[in-house]
């Protein structure tokens, strides 16, 4: 029963009381399983360029950049980096004052390596009188976490990754993720002026340090790269929070007796790339970058995609056009052909259509949003990976999943998922218009059956949440997906502190 409290905190929020209702039943009978027809692998789903291949789609991206198409850079950037810092926290708290672990251990060894060690240096001195060097040698390793974690410090602990300092750049400079992501962006997302859009997502505690950032820098970059930076913000809506129950699915409610919402994933931000007006947009997480030296491979396969993604977008307004002037026989059959093997979508009931029922089929599965996805050989992270799933009209088509989705009481669909040869790095172009131009309506293509309930705690009371479907598996289930292979170069993530010792990141 919501009382009048509630009803203005959801009336606050953009929530209304029946969306409250669906996610309690969503609480209770969980998400159905996804029901697997094989693991894409570059014999079955995912395809592999040669040179000759990735010189030609480079050059069709070239060319469209130079005819006018819109481009986009869209960064997920809102998290907090607080996980990245999660055994830092855990040695703070341990009652220990020397490092015992193998990550403390490899943290300190590596110190004098981070990007940020000369302003964690400074802010030792500033704090305690006393370089890195001399706290080490006196024993006050955890005065040095803290300087480095803590708000009188660099505060990294409740900072965003994109304003962390991860690489020695050259000339002596030290760049932030942010910075990373921007220079990228002259390098493949340019259009035919030279201007660079790009779009982070932000969390509304961030968004001023995110404008003094950029304030100090894009005059200088935009000098250095002879381009025009376009950067624009948004936060995650508050209309897609979730509602946060107890073990038996009531709501959860806090001493004070309010209603308790949750952000629901990262699937919410749907709404953010909705609001997008660009035809090409790029997709990539804010922690996946690289120094300058090292991004030639990462720059060459993003504009290969890119231009996998023109030629394919071009096939498919061709074909929509001839649906729509009447497709005979012969070229209802070329068209089939198309969905099967560029869109690696197949139904066996297609042998069955009249010609009328084939032609609406290929319709329905020609117009939609499409998106090439780059997925590197898996070696071992955790995360989603490429599959062709069934669909509810019975086709089945490219999905990326998470384990979750997977029912593990299924030995088959567990053996099939084990059987996977590659991983999602989140490395995605996208192109969000029709074949006219207009743009779509990116929620009217989410399966709503995707999303994850997990268990949480606040307050020390266990309690569930409740996560939208994933941006890249079920906020985009029903795109036209494309896997294509590149090398495992190009997928460089920060999930801890220390992965910035890694040589990708030094």
Known sequence: MLTSQDQQLIENKGITP??????????????PHLRIHSVATVDNGIKRLNEKDIAHYIKLWREAQLAGVTVEKFVPASGAASRMFKNMFAFTTSGRTVPETDFEKTYFNGINHFAFFQPLNKACERLYNAPIPQLVEEGKYVDIVKAMLEKDGLNYGFLPKALLLFH??????????????????????????REVNIH???????????????????????????????????????STDTIAVNLDNTPYRNEAGEL?????????????LNEQDADVIFVKNIDNVVPLRLRNTTIRYKKAIAGYLIDVQRHIAK??????????????????????????????????????????????????????????????????GPYLAYNSDGSYSPQILEAAQIDENDPAAV??????????????????????????????????????????????????????????NGSMSDWNTIFIEVPIETFNPVKTVNDLLRPQHQ
């Open 18 to 31: 029946q969306m409250i209702e669906g996610q309690i039943e969503r609480f209770k009978n969980g998400f």
């Open 415 to 472: 053996e099939l998922m084990q059987r996977g040869t590659h991983f999602n790095p989140v490395d995605l172009v996208c192109y969000i218009k029709d074949y006219k131009g207009e743009k779509f309506d990116l929620k009217k293509f989410v399966d709503a059956n995707t999303g994850l309930i997990s268990m949480k705690s606040t307050g020390g009371v266990e309690i569930k949440a409740l996560e939208l479907p994933g941006l890249w």
């Open 200 to 238: 982070f997502t932000v969390s509304p505690e961030h968004r001023k340090l995110f404008e003094k950032t950029l304030k100090a820098k894009l005059s200088t970059m935009e000098q250095v790269w002879g381009v025009k930076y376009n950067v624009s913000m948004s936060e995650q809506k508050q």
């Open 168 to 193: 020695k750049a050259a000339g002596g400079g030290i760049h932030t993720s942010l910075e990373e992501h921007l220079e990228e962006g002259a390098q493949y997302a340019t259009n035919s002026r």
């Open 260 to 272: 308790l919402f949750r952000p629901a994933g990262h699937g919410a931000l749907i709404e953010n």
């Open 319 to 384: 074909h929509i056009a001839t649906l729509d002037k009447g497709a005979n026989a012969n070229e209802l059959k070329n068209i089939l052909k198309f969905v099967e093997n560029r869109l690696c979508t197949h139904n066996e009931a297609t042998a069955q259509m009249s010609e009328d029922e084939l032609a609406n089929y290929l319709r329905g599965k020609l117009n939609r949003p499409i998106r090439v996805c780059g997925m590197v050989l898996n070696e071992g992270e955790p995360g989603g």
